[in-house]
T-cell receptor
């Protein structure tokens, strides 16, 4: 079974600064996806960024980027020029890639990091 | 586009009562999921359905049953609610050939 660990329960940073959220995972699989989800106070689950394990290049989405270290099983999220709207819970998640796309792939979540952007 | 719709949004039950959480998606997705979210524990998978007519247990299935009524709908039933089932419940769905999950807005359930 896969496990996802987020060791920072809470973080805070000044607006406009850069912050990095940590995530490690444990798996024996070689093909998988990694995700960062954002959950603002509205409770909505919003996909921030995703990474395919076979790609060496780190994914980026505007101010969000990841540092994917496959050998170390590490997947950190960097938020640049942080904004007040970035205040939220952030979840790291893992999905094994299904061999035949049967549709039974499951998402395993970490426990989350509560990020507060200070004005 | 409605996406994934969950009802109700809030519910209060007494211990021992039963209820069904409803979930429907209009994206023609094959896979559907039920998660629960508890403080400090992230989201944990209760049950999932890879396709119409199939259901499988996730990490925390005890105390729950599910029904994949058709391709659109996947319901979660609590037969005899317990205070330990106080949680926020999320339904999600995805297409067979895509790894992205789409989530509903959640149901806040309190069992007194």
């Amino acid at each position: 079974a896969q496990t996802v660990t987020q060791s920072q329960p809470e973080m805070s940073v000044q607006e406009a600064e850069t912050v990095t959220l940590s995530c490690t995972y444990d798996t024996s699989e070689n093909n998988y996806y990694l995700f960062w989800y954002k959950q603002p106070p509205s409770r909505q689950m919003i996909l921030v960024i995703r990474q395919e394990a076979y790609k060496q290049q780190n994914a980026t989405e505007n101010r969000f980027s990841v540092n994917f270290q496959k050998a170390a099983k590490s997947f950190s999220l960097k938020i640049s020029d942080s904004q007040l709207g970035d205040t939220a819970m952030y979840f790291c998640a893992f999905m094994k890639q299904g061999a035949s796309n049967f549709g039974n792939e499951k998402l395993t979540f970490g426990t989350g990091t509560r990020l507060t952007i200070i004005p | 586009n409605a996406g994934v719709t969950q009802t109700p949004k809030f519910q209060v039950l007494k211990t021992g009562q039963s209820m069904t959480l409803q979930c429907a998606q209009d994206m023609n997705h094959n896979s559907m999921y039920w998660y629960r979210q508890d403080p400090g524990m992230g989201l944990r998978l209760i049950y999932y359905s890879a396709s119409e007519g199939t259901t499988d247990k996730g990490e925390v299935p005890n105390g729950y049953n599910v029904s994949r009524l058709n391709k659109r709908e996947f319901s979660l039933r609590l037969e005899s609610a317990a205070p330990s089932q106080t949680s926020v419940y999320f339904c999600a769905s995805k297409h067979r050939f895509n790894e992205k999950l789409f989530f509903g807005s959640g149901t806040q359930l309190s069992v007194l």
